[in-house]
């Protein structure tokens, strides 16, 4: 079992940034496929952006050029750096964790991003 803890949520001005932290209990971080996943209200859950074992990412077309997702193995955490922060980009945002190729995946239970002046 695998334990993913969202930190770094909150309240924030349009135009601005927030870096989101999630640690994980997983004794084989490094080999896990990560993830940040996003539910706006009244909306279901999307992918936000990943970052593969090998470190190559991936992003939505909507935070293409103003999110960036890392991990760090030596302390098993994943980060999301988000920039130029938008109203539509508030939302619980929740960390995921995939043993690829293995039907094996963890959620966390998501901190709350909201952009408003």
């Known amino acids: 079992q695998v334990q993913l803890v969202e930190s770094g949520g909150g309240l924030v001005q349009p135009g601005g940034s927030l870096r989101l932290s999630c640690a994980a209990s997983?004794?084989?971080?490094?080999?896990?496929?990560m993830g940040w996943y996003r539910q706006a209200p009244g909306k279901q859950r999307e992918l936000v952006a990943i970052i593969t074992s090998g470190s190559s990412t991936d992003y939505a077309d909507s935070v293409k050029g103003r999110f960036t997702i890392s991990r760090d193995n030596a302390k098993n955490t994943v980060y999301l750096q988000m920039n130029s922060l938008k109203p539509e980009d508030t939302a619980v945002y929740y960390c995921?964790?995939?043993?690829?190729?293995?039907?094996?995946?963890?959620w966390g239970e998501g901190t709350l991003v909201t952009v408003s002046s």
């Open positions: 995921n964790a995939k043993l690829v190729p293995f039907p094996i995946t963890y």
């Open positions: 997983a004794s084989r971080f490094s080999s896990y496929t």
